[in-house]
């Protein structure tokens, strides 16, 4: 282990090569105790990173999944959407636990903030799509509004906490207009006013500029985590747009969304599922027929930690890993859930769309064993290492993390 984390350097990231649901959290919770910063750069409360802690199931949802670390400095960045009700909330489970978050708590006052009137829109506009091209599948969080808002530049950010109430109600006010002439949308604007005072008198004192933050990350006095939301696949950019989120999901937006120097990345760990899944709608080539669907789901419960809708579930893509490798320049992997697989016969794995458009796959043979709580490379089945061998050959990155199991310490690490 000590090899593995010294090879990851000053700064890291953890980044979703799929379509999110990876089991980023996973690895940030293992990792976190060896850096002294665990940060997240960008997106939202759509976001669901799910560990188990003392033998119970614990989502974050704008809190790095790394907090439950006690004297780690935690940092939401400038690229976030923050829904205060949901980090307060976050807050309060975490404090009951006794795991104390806000002096330990800084957050950008670039960060802008979700108001609940966003989630109406986010609603109405999934509905006006589903009436002509298609829904897209959205949490209805309010994050797309959100994003909206801020590039129209009309959005609300964190340091509007630290103003005065009259500046916040005309802010507010400019808002629940263009809520209603441009979306038809009814904002309660003194609801939203009272949420934010009550927020305000939490979360002022962690608020920190922008420019304070960059210093900090950018100086060379403490090692940095970053936690990735969603993934590649899901990337605004470089996504399966338009089915993707409203954020910049790549090492390059964590990079952008905390004020780091790109030069300061000293490493970057992919993670992904040793099968696929996504949630919403868009294109899945390697989706699986039921019954196998079905097993996949139930045996890797995929279920949506924001939403607890079903998962679509299938097979690896390597032609995917591969994309995902490129866009983020990955060091190396951390397959998870390696031990969903374990009653497979065969497992399908898709290759490349032929000339003729055929989709080509490789079956490899499943072990047909138990891989749950393996600690160790040389405690899985052959069959289950050459998996991960043929993961290596096909991307030519090492796989370095394997998840065997929920638990926090069912994972392989391995120095190679």
């Not at 045996?299 to 949506?304: K, L, V």
């Not at 064993?369 to 030519?396: H, K, M, N, W, Y």
């Amino acid at each position: 282990m000590n090899e593995f984390i010294a090879s990851l350097g000053q700064i890291c990231a953890v980044i979703g090569a799929q379509w999110g649901d990876e089991g980023k959290g996973k690895a940030v919770d293992a990792l976190t105790e060896h850096f002294d910063v665990i940060a997240r750069a960008s997106g939202g409360a759509n976001a669901g990173h799910t560990i188990i802690f003392d033998g119970k199931k614990r989502v974050f949802h704008l809190l790095p999944s790394g907090s439950f670390h006690a004297g780690k400095k935690i940092i939401l960045g400038a690229g976030m959407v923050i829904h205060l009700p949901t980090l307060l909330k976050e807050i309060a489970e975490l404090g009951q636990s006794g795991v104390e978050i806000l002096p330990r708590l800084t957050i950008s006052s670039a960060a802008h903030i979700v108001l609940d009137c966003y989630k109406d829109i986010d609603a109405a506009l999934e509905e006006r799509r589903a009436e002509t091209a298609g829904k897209i599948g959205t949490t209805k969080r309010g994050i797309g509004p959100a994003y909206m808002f801020k590039a129209m530049r009309a959005g609300i950010r964190m340091e509007s906490l630290t103003r005065s109430a009259a500046e916040l109600r005309r802010e507010i006010a400019t808002i629940a207009d263009m809520a209603r002439s441009l979306f038809g949308v009814s904002a309660d604007a003194d609801g939203e006013l009272e949420l934010l005072r009550q927020a305000a008198d939490s979360l002022r004192g962690c608020i920190a500029g922008a420019d304070e933050i960059a210093e900090f990350l950018n100086s060379k006095k403490s090692r940095i985590l970053i936690e990735g939301a969603q993934a590649t696949l899901l990337d605004l950019d470089h996504g399966t747009y338009p089915y993707v989120t409203s954020s910049a999901t790549t090492a390059a937006g964590a990079i952008h969304g905390l004020g780091m120097a790109p030069r300061r990345l000293s490493s970057c760990i992919g993670v992904a599922k040793a099968y696929c899944t996504r949630v919403g709608e868009g294109e899945f080539i390697t989706e699986a027929a039921e019954p196998a669907a079905g097993r996949l789901r139930e045996r890797g419960g995929e279920y949506g930690a924001t939403t607890g809708r079903p998962r679509r579930c299938g097979w690896l893509s390597i032609p995917n890993l591969r994309r995902s490798a490129t866009i983020n320049g990955f060091d190396c992997w951390n397959i998870t859930k390696l031990d969903v697989l374990d009653a497979e016969s065969e497992i399908p794995v898709f290759m490349e769309t032929g000339g003729s458009g055929a989709l080509s796959w490789k079956k490899l043979p499943g072990w047909q064993a138990s891989t749950v709580g393996a600690t160790d490379f040389g405690e899985l089945p052959e069959r289950a290492q050459d998996f991960i061998a043929f993961i290596e050959q096909e991307t030519q990155i090492p796989v370095r993390l394997i998840g065997t199991g929920q638990r926090r310490g069912e994972m392989i690490v391995r120095n190679v």
